[in-house]
């Protein structure tokens, strides 16, 4: 069965300070309630790429101090600036124990690949850990062929890729071509389709309040039972839009603070929240929770 990995909510409060309580109580959620088999810890749903090195640091002790070794958890450590992606690796695995650390490929600057390949070789050099790569071409501009990402295959150290883009091609070519390689789908619109290519595992944010349909999708296309896993996936997807007219981050937050975590505010420069988007996320949970 193809794993549920949920990208990990962080809570801060209307200061940007990180809400060590709550993020104990979203880890608990999503063990308890969620019941996922994983977590993705500093991702962008963790909006990683704001925060400094020692928030980051704590973010990952608390995780891995609620988690223990319930579930899986895969640290994020990718950073523009690869001395930290690489104290955060040393930090992760040798300090707190995290098997799996992943890296967002290097974004801002045109890197040619040459020189991404060296950010995620230098990265893993030092640590004895998997890693993930993280492609997320929308965002960080940084789209990989087929024989790029042989390429970065061919180090043992790095064992698979989360996938988040729409291209099915490319990814059931990744599939076939690399079936040792651990492929995880990065977006929960798509986790139909990305199921039905065979996937390793699902990381996504959504999965903080819709985990059960994401479950559900996973069981039926493993089940051949695609009549459900369409049926699922619509739900899903009406649940998705609106969360995405509301609000991304937002809504997530609101929606699990309606459900009794208080996840405080996203952090600036990202909006803090309008008592509109409260009454939608209010709303969505009597809905689809
Ligand atoms: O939030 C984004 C940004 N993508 C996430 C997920 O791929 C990111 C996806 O779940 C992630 O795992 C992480 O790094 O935290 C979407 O939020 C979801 O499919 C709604 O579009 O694109």
Redesign the pocket.
């Given at each position: 069965m193809a794993q549920l990995i949920t990208?990990l909510l962080v809570p801060f409060d209307e200061q940007g300070k990180l809400m060590e309580e709550s993020l104990r109580q979203v880890v608990e959620y999503n063990i308890t309630e969620n019941k996922v088999d994983g977590l993705?810890v500093g991702?962008?749903?963790?909006e990683n790429f704001m925060l400094d090195t020692t928030t980051k640091k704590n973010i990952f002790k608390i995780v891995k101090e609620v988690a223990e070794d319930r579930i899986e958890l895969i640290a994020?450590v990718g950073s523009l600036n690869i001395y930290e992606a690489k104290e955060l690796a040393a930090y992760v695995v040798n300090e707190l124990g995290y098997q799996k650390i992943s890296s967002v490929t290097p974004f801002y600057y045109k890197f040619d690949f040459e020189e991404i390949k060296n950010y995620y070789f230098e990265i893993v050099k030092d640590v004895e850990a998997e890693l993930i790569v993280?492609s997320?071409p929308?965002?960080t501009g940084v789209n990989f062929s087929e024989d790029q990402f042989g390429e970065l295959f061919e180090n043992p150290k790095i064992t698979g890729v989360?996938y988040?883009a729409g291209d099915f091609y490319l990814m059931e070519r990744l599939r076939s071509r690399f079936p040792d390689k651990l492929m995880y789908s990065?977006?929960?619109?798509m986790l139909l389709p990305a199921a039905a290519v065979g996937i390793d595992g699902a990381?996504?944010?959504?999965f903080n309040v819709n985990a059960k349909r994401a479950r559900q999708i996973l069981t039926a296309v493993e089940g051949n039972d695609l009549a459900t896993a369409r049926k699922v996936q619509a739900e899903t997807n009406d649940l998705?839009q609106k969360i995405?007219a509301n609000g991304?981050y937002n809504t997530l937050k609101l929606m699990l603070t309606e459900k009794g975590i208080d996840m405080g505010y996203c952090h600036l420069p990202m909006k803090h929240y309008t008592n509109e988007q409260v009454e939608v996320a209010q709303e969505l949970v009597k809905e689809y929770m």
């Open positions: 990208a993705y991702g962008s749903t963790g994020q993280y997320i929308a965002l989360k988040t990065g977006f929960d619109e990381i996504g944010s959504t998705i995405l991304l």
